[in-house]
């Protein structure tokens, strides 16, 4: 799509656009802009109001221009169909089969971005030391018998 003004109109197809694109998925859009500094920084604004997470959002090739260019991308994952699970139980091979078609199933309806499974760049690595706080904690904990 290419914006080419900051017009009530011109915000409105923006949104309507928006809205077709993510196919009800908001969270799984992706949107890729560049051009006037102005009217992509407008495209972010209205974007965000809708709800889609500024971690989906890329601002690339900007300058003072007419016109800004929105590229949306939805990634969308087809999962496998998986074998039923019922009946007598089955060899080891067919849980195999079934247990692992699951996991793929379920993998496919989360992810959002297949690139998250490579390196997500939302999520920030940490050293644990937070996490470990209420274990140390109960560690230390201790109850004086002595004074009942």
């Given at each position: 799509m290419t914006?080419?003004?900051?017009?009530?109109?011109?915000?409105q197809r923006l949104r309507t656009f928006l809205e077709r694109?993510?196919?009800?998925?908001?969270?799984?859009l992706h949107l890729l802009i560049s051009g006037?500094?102005?009217?992509?920084?407008?495209?972010?604004?209205?974007?965000?109001q809708m709800g889609?997470?500024?971690y989906n959002i890329q601002l690339t090739d900007q300058h003072d221009g007419r016109t800004a260019r929105i590229e949306?991308?939805?990634?969308?994952?087809?999962?496998?169909?998986?074998p039923l699970f019922s009946g007598m139980l089955p060899d080891?091979?067919?849980?195999?089969?079934t247990f692992g078609c699951s996991t793929r199933?379920?993998?496919?309806?989360?992810?959002?971005?297949?690139?998250?499974?490579?390196g997500n760049k939302a999520v920030k690595p940490s050293d644990g030391d937070r996490a470990a706080t209420p274990v140390t904690k109960y560690r230390a904990f201790t109850t004086d018998k002595s004074s009942e």
């Open positions: 914006l080419e003004s900051l017009r009530a109109s011109e915000r694109a993510s196919r009800g998925r908001r969270d799984a006037s500094s102005g009217l992509s920084a407008e495209a972010v604004h209205q974007a965000k889609i997470d500024g949306a991308t939805v990634y969308l994952a087809r999962p496998p169909d998986c080891a091979e067919f849980l195999d089969q199933h379920n993998l496919a309806v989360m992810v959002n971005d297949p690139r998250d499974l490579f």
